[in-house]
T-cell receptor, first 112, second 114 residues
Framework: SQKIEQNSEALNIQEGKTATLTCNYT??????LQWYRQDPGRGPVFLLL?????KEKRKERLKVTFDTTLKQSLFHITASQPADSATYLC???????????FGKGTSLLVTP | DTGVSQNPRHKITKRGQNVTFRCDPI?????LYWYRQTLGQGPEFLTY????????KSRLLSDRFSAERPKGSFSTLEIQRTEQGDSAMYLC????????????FGPGTRLTVL
């Protein structure tokens, strides 16, 4: 069956450091992979999409890598800030291609 | 604010009652999705509309669940004979047809079944 695995434990880092979150998947051949941010009690917010033919994508302090051989994506936040504290979700399209399957998310806490 | 609105934001009901949630999408978005999310989990896909046509339903969507999207605009999700296991956040997301499936989520409706 298709699985998306993200670090189950919360990630605590100090302000200014780089946060790295991992998303691993099995039994997928995705055309793209997406990352979302979710704050408590709110809906997810789209951050970045990376396609299968792209190795890396950047947006401001965010960087995503996508290794289809390892079946892994890494999500980096550089110069992290307390405002970056949230849960980050990795998502891949379901078999039919109509909707998304999400990982459980990784909780990030950035302390001053 | 993504432009997707959901009402109500919170709903408390007794087991066995029926509930209905509404989602108003971004106006130019023809795709609409419903997801369910429980604590500590990512959103789980329930159903998908393209315009007014319901094109896919997850096996999670039992017979007690029904969704509509009349005229391809707003959508409603109804749960009949609610059970305590239905307690969750119900999320609506919208998007446009295209090469990718970026989705814009509403704030969700938190359902508590007593």
């Amino acid at each position: 069956s298709q699985k998306i695995e993200q670090n189950s434990e919360a990630l605590n880092i100090q302000e200014g450091k780089t946060a790295t979150l991992t998303c691993n998947y099995t039994n997928y051949s995705p055309a793209y992979l997406q990352w979302y941010r979710q704050d408590p009690g709110r809906g997810p917010v789209f951050l970045l999409l990376i396609r299968e033919n792209e190795k890396e994508k950047r947006k401001e302090r965010l960087k995503v890598t996508f290794d289809t051989t390892l079946k892994q994506s890494l999500f980096h936040i550089t110069a992290s800030q307390p405002a970056d504290s949230a849960t980050y979700l990795c998502a891949l399209e379901i078999d039919s291609g109509y909707a998304l399957n999400f990982g459980k998310g990784t909780s990030l806490l950035v302390t001053p | 604010d993504t432009g997707v609105s959901q009402n109500p934001r919170h709903k408390i009901t007794k087991r066995g009652q029926n509930v209905t949630f509404r989602c108003d999408p971004i106006s130019e978005h023809n795709r609409l999705y419903w997801y369910r999310q429980t604590l500590g989990q990512g959103p789980e896909f329930l159903t998908y509309f393209q315009n007014e046509a319901q094109l896919e339903k997850s096996r999670l969507l039992s017979d007690r669940f029904s969704a509509e999207r009349p005229k391809g605009s707003f959508s409603t999700l109804e749960i009949q004979r609610t059970e305590q296991g239905d307690s969750a956040m119900y999320l609506c997301a919208t998007g446009t047809s295209g090469y990718s499936d970026t989705q814009y989520f509403g704030p969700g409706t938190r359902l508590t079944v007593l």
